[in-house]
């Protein structure tokens, strides 16, 4: 089953050769097909898997399910650490308008209420002025399985709003949700910038293509991160400027953006500004912030081989190419516990099926699995790698095993230790916070960066926690009969 993209066909013929830059690891690794996806409980997943509150995983799948729409319509599902698949959701499932929403591309957001949080690519009410599709929705969704549209996209034609949300959500530290929409917006159909109220009050912070030739960028597919600085950072799929002229198939290949919470942007970084775009070229996935302070991410496009690079850039601007060499078109990344950067690439790998690749601080990657599409794997993981708080990495396929190849879920041990997340992991002093991980039963106590605080224990999976007086940003730890469990990154108290 072939998965690769319109833009990737227009870079170049995908190889079966296996990059010569990366080398074999040596590390412990163990890699376990989890659930496959059928069709009739899903199809495509396109987005991770998150944990809940209970130690569950909860996903989507883009189509598959019983909705009723082409390609049927998408689904939320569940699935716990043995790989046993509920369906949670199914979009569009009483048919007519679809007005819930369908085609969830991106992953769930934990929020901070212990519910989930997403958006839907087309759906929802039908915009005033036009008798088309609707653009799109952002939704809550309880660990049982009760949805709430939140906002639908495209009030009014031509969607000054925003029109078709693809990436996933973050919940900023007001409480609010920020995403991205592809289209739409106030310059024509170009996307915006986005906040919503948990109660659905929307405001478009930014419209992309304000300035003439879309310097500003154009079209984001990639949700957002907010940097410790309160400001928002994300990319842009197309738009800005190159070096080359002219610069085809990478001509206005992106930028990266900074953001203030009033929606002011600041353009970091253009794309293909290096000599045959060796910077990379078409970002398609969010950044992350590394523990160092500097933004990590990927692009789909350019380098060496126009099939992707990796690359770091300071709060400031200032850009680091990692690697631009061998990648087979990477699709973001995570820091792990180990201070290490992991992702995966749609295809390479030894049988060209994709692969999961870890990455140093210092650029150097190495292949960590290869998909083989063999009926005990998938193939072609268009999604990052999660790190679950017992250590491993989970995550999906969009194809391969089983007889209908509608993808799979995986995880990926490589011998890290267990941690704790905090949700959220940013919050004022005298706040409850929750705490999950995977064997919290009979916690001994609790500490913020060295600060004794009063806990409750809610499940094996859960406890809550208050912020104490005169704490500081550091690591939260969790003290249970086994050990000492810290966080997996600095709780940052805020005034």
Not at 5 to 27: D, G, I, P, Y
Not at 102 to 121: E, H, I, M, Q, R
Not at 228 to 240: C, I, L, M, P
Not at 400 to 409: F, I, L, N, P, R
Request: proline residues 5%.
């Amino acid at each position: 089953m072939n998965f690769i993209t319109e833009k990737q066909n227009l870079w170049k013929t995908v190889v079966v050769v296996f990059a010569l830059f990366v080398t074999a690891s040596l590390q412990a690794q163990s890699y376990q097909q989890l659930a496959v996806f059928n069709g009739t409980n899903g199809d495509a997943p396109q987005g991770s898997v998150i944990q809940g509150t209970d130690g569950n995983f909860y996903g989507t799948t883009k189509s598959g399910g019983v909705g009723d729409c082409p390609g049927k319509c998408g689904t939320i599902f569940k699935m716990t650490p043995q790989g046993n698949l509920t369906t949670l959701y199914d979009f569009c499932k009483k048919g007519g308008a679809c007005i819930d929403g369908y085609y969830p591309v991106a992953a769930l957001l934990l929020g901070k209420d212990g519910n989930f949080y997403g958006t839907t690519s087309s759906g929802g009410n039908i915009p005033q002025g036009d008798s088309g599709v609707p653009s799109g929705t952002v939704f809550k969704i309880t660990p049982k399985g009760a949805l709430h549209q939140i906002y639908s996209f495209c009030k009014t034609w031509p969607c000054p709003d925003g029109a078709v949300p693809e990436s996933a959500l973050i919940q900023g530290t007001d409480g609010n949700f920020y995403g991205t929409t592809y289209g739409g917006g106030a310059n024509g159909n170009y996307g915006t910038i986005f906040k919503v109220t948990p109660t659905g009050a929307l405001t478009t912070l930014y419209s992309f293509c304000a300035l003439t030739d879309c310097l500003d960028g154009e079209l984001p597919t990639a949700g957002l991160v907010q940097g410790t600085d309160g400001n928002f950072y994300g990319t842009a799929q197309r738009g800005g400027t190159c070096l080359e002229n002219p610069c085809d198939p990478f001509e206005n290949a992106g930028t990266i953006f900074k953001i203030t919470p009033t929606g002011e942007l600041t353009t970091l970084h253009y794309f293909c500004n290096q000599t045959n775009c060796a910077d990379g070229a078409e970002p398609s996935t969010a950044l992350i912030q590394g523990t160092d302070g500097n933004f990590y991410g990927t692009t789909f496009g350019g380098g060496s081989d126009t099939s992707g690079t990796t690359f770091k850039i300071t709060p400031a601007g200032s850009f680091t190419l990692l690697d631009g060499t061998g990648f087979f078109y990477p699709n973001g990344l995570i820091q792990a516990t180990d201070g290490n950067f992991y992702g995966t690439e749609i295809n390479g790998g030894g049988d060209n099926s994709g692969a999961v690749f870890q990455m140093t601080p210092a650029g150097h990657v190495t292949i960590e699995y290869s998909f083989c599409n063999c009926g005990t794997d998938g193939e072609s993981p268009v999604a990052a790698v999660f790190q679950a708080t017992d250590g491993t990495f989970y995550g999906t396929t969009v194809g391969g095993s089983g007889t209908s190849a509608d993808g799979t879920v995986y995880s990926l041990s490589m011998d890290l230790a267990p941690f704790v997340q905090a949700v959220p992991s940013v919050g004022k002093v005298g706040n409850t916070i929750k705490i999950i991980g995977t064997e919290l039963a009979g916690v001994l106590g609790v500490t913020f960066n060295g600060l004794s605080t009063t806990y409750t224990q809610i499940s094996d999976t859960e406890i809550t926690a208050k912020v104490p007086k005169k704490a500081a940003t550091g690591p939260i730890e969790v003290m249970v009969p086994s050990g000492t469990l810290s966080s997996n990154v600095a709780f940052q108290v805020i005034k």
